[in-house]
């Protein structure tokens, strides 16, 4: 990315900050898999819960390279309107209350700001947490031009 569109470290965390929903990309066995998941960014890894039994659990469980991208402005939206986020780093798969600081029931409070909507239908899946940890990170802001 053109270095005058790289945004800082602060403003990379508002736009990860500000967003819940992150485009997810993992190496499927013929093909790419890209899906749209809730997520978190916390200290600097990117979190999302998914059910065990997913095509993207399983894909990260053959291969943990993921690339996931989180932007803001659609076509036909002002230029200057057009900012984002990619990661590329590697997963790692936890059972729901496994890992040491972030709990699946925890990140659906946060997606649902606290009102979990269908409660129900996440009992009744193997829950598991995601956590994505960075090693390549590229961002742009078209205002910036």
């Not at 659990?57 to 996931?68: H, K, L």
């Not at 829950?127 to 940890?133: A, P, W």
Request: one cysteine or more; charged letters at 35%; aromatic letters at 8%.
């Amino acid at each position: 990315m053109h270095p005058k569109l790289q945004m800082t470290d602060d403003e990379r965390d508002a736009v990860l900050a500000r967003n819940k929903t992150v485009r997810v990309a993992t190496n499927g066995s013929a093909f790419p898999h890209n899906v749209p998941v809730g997520y978190r960014w916390v200290d600097g890894k990117l979190f999302f819960p998914s059910d065990e039994r997913s095509q993207k659990i399983a894909n990260i469980e053959r291969d943990d390279r993921v690339c996931c991208i989180v932007d803001e402005g659609t076509a036909g939206d002002e230029y200057d309107s057009h900012r984002g986020v990619m990661i590329q780093g590697r997963a790692s798969v936890y059972d729901e209350d496994e890992h040491p600081t972030v709990k699946h029931d925890a990140l659906l409070e946060y997606l649902f700001d606290g009102d979990v909507q269908d409660a129900e239908r996440y009992e009744r899946v193997d829950r598991v947490v995601v956590e994505v940890n960075p090693e390549n990170v590229v961002t742009w802001d078209f205002s910036k031009v």
